[in-house]
Nanobody, 116 residues
Framework: QVQLVESGGGLVQPGGSLRLSCAAS????????MGWYRQTPGKQRELVAT???????NYGDSVKGRFTISRDNAKNTVHLQMNSLKPEDTAVYYC??????????WGQGTQVTVSS
């Protein structure tokens, strides 16, 4: 079993920055991929960014060049640095871990609101 706890959400003005963090506990393997997804009411959850234990990254098109994902394997944590935030980035952000054998785990989510 894996538990994921997110932190760092909140209210920020357009153009501002936020840093999300996610701490994973439980049975973590080096082959697990971690990442962030987001969801707004009435829409499907969408990819924000993922990162493998070897630091290979993948970003959703809407955040490329503005968001940066990073990972500390020793601490089982993943971070999402969000810059140049836009109102359309407003969503609940979910931490995700997919084990090397394909089982997904989700955090409870953290709200990010971009508004003046």
């Amino acid at each position: 079993q894996v538990q994921l706890v997110e932190s760092g959400g909140g209210l920020v003005q357009p153009g501002g920055s936020l840093r999300l963090s996610c701490a994973a506990s439980g049975t973590i393997f080096s082959g697990d991929t971690m990442g962030w997804y987001r969801q707004t009411p009435g829409k499907q959850r969408e990819l924000v960014a993922t990162i493998t234990s070897g630091s290979s990254t993948n970003y959703g098109d809407s955040v490329k060049g503005r968001f940066t994902i990073s990972r500390d394997n020793a601490k089982n944590t993943v971070h999402l640095q969000m810059n140049s935030l836009k109102p359309e980035d407003t969503a609940v952000y979910y931490c995700n871990l997919v084990t090397w054998y394909g089982s997904p785990y989700w955090g409870q989510g953290t709200q990010v609101t971009v508004s003046s």
